[in-house]
């Protein structure tokens, strides 16, 4: 891999920077105008110069003194009472003074990542609030025949064996506590209302969860999954509400047969959908989709941002693609050969299937 070139020295932090004024507060686009005044409290800083500093292209790295003056003000909306301004930190309560705290080491850490070139996007899975993984329930299938352990009664109990896309959830919860190790991860078949205020990440689809369709209907999304009489074994992906004019994305089976429930056929490809919103529940959190008609589409759009052989370029393509990682879905080919799920590329031709919004309408949304 190149060597990072001038022009990608503090990019990750510029538009970190960026970020927080446009949706660092819900509901509230403050202008740099407006966040440089806020900022020039106790030392004046110029319009043109936070301008700079969130220059993506050509981004000057702000002194450690800001990146505390930024922290200090979006750890808390009082910063917006009465016009934009800065409290002092002792009149913080202590949940917003935790969030200001996280939010300085974050910016800090990437500060420093970004003065030695070094510093890849920023951490797609990298939270500031306790995060809810909301899990397939196998005990909704009238299929599966789970056996004594995941009986609660029997002695050898094991909650886990109920649990959808194991490997799925392998992979993501040690990347979530290692990524995240100042915040709590809970995993969740059925979540209370108190988990569903955090930061979800849903894995698997809605043949196996209530909590997943009730998502799904709450959100208008451009992609469906639907049932389909000639894919037993899964739901398909449908981008397009017209029945004439909708496009499917379905799996690719071995000479074209996917056998039956009882006996599929041989999986060549997948189809996984990777996907971040906002949490409906809660706008100042976010959604993250991990889904896929199969558990090796779920799987796949999992290892897309938690392999290490390709996270980090697919990090890239995905800022790169939308300018702003809070709202976009992608649905992915994910291979599967030798029995393995093959871990996807986005750059890889024929990987991405459908993305949306498209790359003109996300650099509009951020301007």
Not at 42 to 50: F, G, I, Q, R
Not at 185 to 193: K, Y
Request: a negative charge; one cysteine or more.
């Amino acid at each position: 891999m190149a060597e990072p070139g001038p022009s990608d020295m503090g990019a990750s932090l510029a538009r970190r920077l960026r970020e927080l004024r446009l949706s660092g507060f819900p509901c509230v686009r403050l202008t740099q105008a407006q966040l440089a005044r806020a900022l020039s409290q106790d030392e004046a800083v110029a319009t043109s110069t936070l301008s700079s500093w969130e220059n993506v292209g050509a981004p000057t790295l702000p002194p450690p003194g800001r990146l505390r003056a930024y922290a200090l003000f979006f750890a808390t909306e009082r910063s917006l009472e009465g016009g934009p301004h800065l409290l002092r930190t002792d009149q913080l309560d202590p949940a917003e003074e935790q969030q200001r705290h996280n939010l300085e080491q974050e910016l800090l850490h990437l500060r420093e990542a970004d003065a030695d070139g070094s510093a890849p996007a920023r951490q797609f899975w990298r939270f500031d609030a306790p995060i809810t993984v909301i899990c397939s329930d196998l005990r909704k299938s009238d299929e599966l025949k789970l056996g004594p352990l995941s009986d609660e009664d029997n002695p050898n109990f094991s909650d886990l064996y109920s649990y959808g896309d194991l490997d799925a959830l392998f992979a993501l919860n040690g990347h979530l506590w290692r990524a995240n190790p100042d915040q709590p991860v809970t995993l969740r078949r059925q979540p209370t209302a108190e988990d569903l205020d955090n930061h979800l990440v849903v894995l698997g689809g809605i043949a196996w969860n209530d909590v997943t369709r009730r998502l799904n209907e709450m959100l208008d999304l451009p992609v469906k999954q639907v049932e389909d009489a000639t894919i037993p074994s899964g739901e398909i992906f449908v981008v397009g509400d017209d029945s004439d004019k909708a496009e499917q994305f379905l799996p690719k089976w071995q000479n074209d047969d996917p056998g039956t429930l009882g006996k599929p056929g041989v999986l060549l490809n997948d189809v996984g959908m990777l996907a971040r919103l906002p949490n409906p529940y809660n706008e100042l959190r976010t959604l993250t989709y991990c889904n896929g008609i199969h558990t090796r589409g779920v799987l796949g759009a999992v290892l897309s941002l938690t392999d290490p052989a390709v996270r980090d370029d697919n990090q890239k393509y995905v800022e790169e693609t939308f300018s702003s990682s809070d709202r976009f879905v992608i649905l992915m080919r994910v291979p599967v050969f030798g029995g393995k799920t093959v871990r996807p590329a986005l750059r890889s031709p024929g990987t991405v299937l459908f993305s949306w919004p498209p790359k003109d309408q996300a650099e509009l949304k951020d301007s």
